[in-house]
């Protein structure tokens, strides 16, 4: 199972996030609810399980048909979009690393938090 994608997924009922398990050597993703939501099972089954298979063969189908002939043209501009700068993370980065510099000339400890 790979972990980056553990995050990712999310309960189609809940909306919680899922949890990765093991069954009989496969991976599965899992969402657990605790009886103390109060939650009737017809709502929310109390163990939920979703192959990891299933759910690879579903996001392989998706990427390929963003590079198909119907979808290339869009995913390309898309793609060169998210490669331009940030310019809000640009100026993010630059008041950090000024704050930074003061810090270092006044001999201020780097505690992140009180930035
Ligand atoms: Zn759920």
Known sequence: MNTRRLGLMRCGICGRRMQGQQNHSRPYYRC????????????????????????LRGLDRWLASLFDKHHLDETSEILSRASQPDPNEEARRATFTKKMVLRVELGWP??????
Do not use: C, T
């Not at 780097?110 to 930035?115: I, L, V």
């Open 32 to 55: 657990r609810f605790p009886d103390e939501y109060g939650v009737r099972e017809a709502q929310h089954p109390r163990n939920l399980y979703v192959k990891e298979s299933v759910v």
């Open 110 to 115: 780097f505690d992140s938090r009180s930035w």
